[in-house]
């Protein structure tokens, strides 16, 4: 049991202050900017709820909402099945663990932009190998700066690329959490490889999988680096994703006002879908 | 067991393409490059590992992404130590909101956060150290950091605390003297997370540098648009970005498994 000790305070306080520093500022600054409209030379004026109803009623933004909620639905219908498979298939001890476990953490130690960079010159129709394989091995007339269809392949499975290992990582861990004795005692009762995965491995690895699904979403909701570099967004508008378009509002033409509504309104979406989900996974354990 | 272990053996295999594509690329000539498709380096050469490693543009920004992702780890660590303590030991006054709020800043977008950062950090003063960049990057690593270390805490019996302070230690000498070391795992983690997070992550470092701290990653994408397209001084660039985090995981190897559950499993 925990105690109740109010001096508790001041062991968080540097945290508060710091993560403060870093949260509340630039978000009173944000807010601050989504009210006003400004010429620049620092002048603003007051324009009230304009510019979220300006956002929430644009064509623009809605199809940037839409490919969002689209690439974060089809990164985790993929990678949260594909990283639970892997995880079930990997040896439960011995030399070849650490090996796959550090081979497979790799990608996600890599710099976003080089991701990113990586991809597009792996992807690069004729000196590429994906895009030289593609094409002349395979046939297939394959050329993300051109296609919209390529460029959504591309960007999706680079992103699996990326993070299917943190889901591996997470259910693997669930996995090994779980004691001989369950198993053996499956064996008794002459379960299925089925009932054991739904009735044993399933429900140990539900807490870890609630954090894969949670962190997943975050991530590729908010994600901007690795698909601006790869794809710039294009072609077309086909890959501009919620953040990109954000930036491009906000620096390419510097509509403070506006991004900064969008800000707020794309942060309160963020929430309120981990909130959602968070609620869904665990609403058993609090019955 | 052999059909099964296929499918590991195939998933690393289709992660390790790209990589072996961008390190076999950083050992060609420019000229092989864009003349056509070679499976491997026709001509092998370390003209862009040369040039890399002799020009101070290019490896300045590797000594200054090395030194803003260290000052953030030892920072978040320290911070996170005495606040996951107090999570998992004690109630107090707002404690749920607290983490909750804490762990609602990983959602944040970097790139509604951007703009701001660059003005609060000017206004401060210390735009382009690379203290600034440290101090930003606390804003996703501190709540990661606490959530970690609270994982771990959890998981060590509150009667270790209370027989140390039966036998009359101090709580700043029974902290550091026994349960930072009972810990060393959870620690370990975190700061490897920490590494890992600031290591990755540009948009911030890079709004918020100019040329004294300029990250390397940011000295890539300059160099990508203003030299033309020099693939081969690229693919090195990219390729050395790997090994610092490869060296990292190397050392938290036994526990990465349960490092990436945060402790609860």
Redesign the interface.
């Known amino acids: 049991m925990?105690?109740?000790?109010?001096?508790?305070?001041f062991?968080?306080l540097?945290?508060?202050l710091?993560?403060a520093?870093?949260?509340l500022?630039?978000?009173m600054?944000?807010v601050n900017y989504s009210v006003q409209e400004t010429f620049g030379d620092n002048l603003f004026f007051w324009e009230g709820l304009t510019w979220f109803e300006q956002i929430l009623r644009s064509d623009r933004f809605h199809a940037a909402l839409g490919r969002q909620f689209m690439f974060t639905a089809l990164i985790l219908i993929i990678e949260i099945p594909l990283g639970i498979?892997?995880a079930l298939?990997?040896?439960r001890k011995g030399f070849w663990v650490?090996v796959?476990?550090?081979?497979?953490?790799?990608?996600?130690?890599?710099?976003?932009?080089?991701v990113g960079?990586?991809?597009n010159?792996?992807a690069l129709p004729?000196?590429?190998?994906?895009g030289?394989f593609l094409n002349?091995v395979l046939g297939i007339n394959y050329d993300m700066t051109q296609d919209p269809v390529a460029a959504w392949v591309t960007i999706i499975t680079m992103d699996v690329?990326h993070w299917?290992?943190?889901v591996?990582?997470?259910a693997?861990?669930?996995l090994?959490?779980i004691p001989d004795a369950y198993y053996q005692a499956a064996k008794i009762d002459g379960a299925s490889n089925w009932s054991v995965f739904r009735f044993i491995q399933l429900p140990k690895m539900k807490?870890?999988l609630t954090?894969a699904i949670l962190l997943r979403f975050?991530d590729s909701?908010?994600i901007?680096?690795e698909p601006f570099?790869l794809t710039g967004g294009g072609p077309g508008n086909s890959t501009t994703l919620?953040?990109i378009d954000?930036?491009k509002i906000?620096?390419g033409q510097f509509d403070?006002g506006p991004a900064a509504a969008m800000?707020l309104i794309?942060?309160a979406i963020?929430?309120l879908v981990?909130w959602l989900f968070y609620t869904l996974m665990t609403k058993d354990d609090l019955n | 067991m052999q059909k099964r272990s296929l499918v590991p053996i195939l998933y690393i295999f289709f992660l390790m393409l790209p990589i072996y594509w961008l390190v076999a690329m950083s050992f060609k000539t420019t000229n092989e490059i864009l003349s056509g498709f070679s499976l491997f380096p026709q001509t092998f050469t370390l003209e862009a590992y040369k040039t890399i490693f002799t020009d101070p543009t290019w490896y300045w920004g590797y000594i200054n992404s090395i030194l803003y992702v260290s000052i953030n780890t030892v920072i978040s660590i320290a911070v996170a130590l005495p606040a996951a303590y107090a999570f998992s030991r004690y109630r107090f006054l707002g404690d749920k909101q607290l983490f909750f709020w804490l762990l609602t800043n990983r959602m944040a977008p970097a790139a509604v956060f951007a703009l701001p950062f660059f003005q609060l950090y000017s206004a401060v003063g210390i735009f382009d150290t690379h203290l600034a960049v440290a101090l930003a990057h606390c804003l996703f690593n501190i709540p990661l950091a606490v959530w970690i270390l609270e994982g771990f805490m959890g998981g060590v019996p509150k009667e270790l605390d209370e027989t140390a302070f039966v036998d009359g230690y101090s709580f700043p000498r029974f902290f550091v003297a026994i349960f930072i070391p009972t810990i060393k795992a959870g620690v370990g983690v975190a700061a490897f997370f920490c590494f890992m997070f600031s290591w990755v992550e540009l948009l911030l470092a890079k709004t918020l540098t100019a040329v004294e701290a300029k990250p390397i990653a940011a000295t890539m994408t300059k160099t990508a648009s203003s030299a033309g397209y020099e693939l081969g001084l690229l693919a090195a660039a990219g390729t050395l970005t790997i090994i610092p985090g490869a060296i990292v995981i190397y050392f938290v190897r036994n526990y990465i498994a349960k490092g990436f559950a945060m402790g609860r499993v």
């Open positions: 925990k105690t109740e000790n109010q001096k508790a305070w062991f968080v540097p945290v508060l710091l993560v520093f870093n949260a500022i630039p978000m600054t944000v498979a892997i298939s990997m040896p650490p796959c476990l550090v081979l497979m953490a790799l990608p996600m130690l890599i710099p976003w932009n080089v960079a990586m991809w010159i792996f004729d000196i590429g190998l994906m030289y002349h690329w299917t290992s943190l591996v990582l997470l693997y861990a669930g090994v959490s807490n870890v954090i975050m909701f908010n901007y680096t570099v919620l953040s954000l930036v906000a620096l403070l800000s794309y942060f963020t929430l981990s």
